[in-house]
């Protein structure tokens, strides 16, 4: 099949690209990728249109995809009073894989092929999303939320059953697997240091992937602070075990320079989520000084606490964040590269984000309704900022076309 147009391609220093082309998928990967030319007869798409390789979510909650919009808490109240009863839900395993599909059929209709994902601490429910998703054909980890405190009974576990259910995950998902089982201790306050020590070592036995949050609010770094005796957050992970290179920590706001120098040292990832920091009111991470640090970054929509489910529209807001805190804010350009090579580096997946041959297609065929190819504006920022989420024709995951 020849998937044809401008082809959002890897300019290869954090930005992206636009050349004309056309893309050929062959039994489900990307047999061609060819630049110069618009083929006048194409399977898909031509002339107009945009090809990009599917957009990476690097940090959501696939239980709170009702419950967006609940606004005007901060984060540990939010926590207690809105997003611990919605995930109590996930206890029955059908329910869980109901909304698993609900959830990824939403991503899918707004171009997102691949996530790094959270489930609930209900060891039913996260592998029936691990199943749904991965019968679904998406790309990413998914991970069985691990709690054993300070959160409702219902939503702990004690840390033999946990670790010994994260385990079987693991092992049912391996992280070679295209979806994968994820560690995903919840953050520092709702996990005994005997939790976090065990997923440390987990990770490390299994090779898996490491989900959790860090540093959201100033609120829960004090709290921190109080239940591990005045220790640091980025030293109670690290510690753990829990910060390696396959470590994605959402949200990193409220750190010191020195916790980055450490994140940095461990070559841990950063998950920035503007738009849940928005809405939390957490506080605005500084992604140009984290940079500055070498501290790596990803992009995540943070659903539910995040209201966007389109990534493009995460991307705009990494851009508004940046730009109201100081003048080094990312271009359109790089918002582009950060949900798609960006997202897919970070989390290191090398068969996601990028039109490359031998990739599974994952593609997104689309069509914007006005003049974006004009010589008056640059065609990335055109479409980053007029984004219109029907302008995405086809959705393509693993060559086969999911809508
Ligand atoms: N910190 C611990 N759990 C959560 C969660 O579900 N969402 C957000 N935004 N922060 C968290
Ligand atoms: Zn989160």
């Not at 419950?67 to 869980?96: C, N, Q, V």
């Not at 990028?354 to 003049?371: H, M, N, Q, W």
């Amino acid at each position: 099949m020849i998937v044809a147009g401008q082809l959002l391609i890897d300019g290869g220093d954090g930005h992206s690209i636009l050349r004309p082309g056309f893309v050929r998928v062959d039994d489900g990967r990307i047999a061609e990728v060819i630049e110069g030319e618009i083929p006048r007869v194409a399977d898909v798409g031509g002339e107009g249109f945009l090809v990009s390789p599917g957009f990476i979510d690097a940090h959501l909650h696939l239980p709170q995809f009702d419950m967006i919009g609940a606004h005007g808490m901060p984060l540990l109240r939010w926590l207690s009073d809105i997003t611990f009863p919605s995930e109590m839900k996930w206890a029955e395993e059908s329910y869980a894989r109901d909304m698993t599909k609900r959830a990824c059929s939403q991503l899918l209709s707004k171009g997102t092929t691949a996530i790094a994902a959270y489930a609930t601490v209900h060891h039913r429910g996260a592998r029936a999303a691990l199943d749904v998703a991965s019968s679904i054909g998406m790309r990413g980890v998914i991970g069985q939320v691990l709690m054993d405190r300070e959160a409702p009974p219902e939503l702990c576990g004690t840390v033999d059953r946990l670790l010994d259910e994260a385990k079987q995950l693991g092992e049912s998902y391996p992280a070679t697997e295209r979806m994968a089982a994820a560690i995903t201790p919840r953050f520092a306050i709702s996990c005994s240091e005997e939790l976090l020590d065990g997923a440390g070592r987990l990770a490390a036995e299994q090779g898996a992937m490491v989900q959790t949050h860090l540093a959201e609010t100033q609120n829960e770094c004090s709290v921190v602070e109080q239940l591990f005796d005045g220790r640091r957050y980025v030293d109670v992970y690290d510690s753990a075990g829990l910060l390696g290179e396959r470590s994605i920590l959402g949200h990193g706001i409220h750190l010191a320079r020195s916790d980055l120098i450490r994140l940095a040292s461990r070559r841990s990832v950063i998950a920035h989520c503007p738009t849940a920091n928005t809405f939390l009111r957490s506080g605005a991470m500084n992604r140009s000084e984290w940079i500055d640090a070498s501290v790596r970054l990803a992009v995540g929509s943070d659903i539910g606490a995040g209201y966007e489910r389109s990534m493009v529209r995460v991307a705009r807001a990494t851009i508004e964040t940046a730009s109201a805190i100081g003048d080094d804010f990312p271009d359109a350009a790089a918002a582009w590269h950060g949900i798609t090579a960006g997202n897919a580096d970070a989390l290191g997946w090398t068969d996601a984000g990028r039109l490359k041959v031998g990739s599974p297609a994952d593609l997104l065929v689309i069509e914007p309704t006005i003049p974006w190819l004009g010589p008056m504006v640059d065609p990335l920022a055109t479409l980053l900022w007029a984004w219109d989420d029907r302008w995405l024709k086809r959705t393509m995951l693993r060559g086969q076309f999911v809508d």
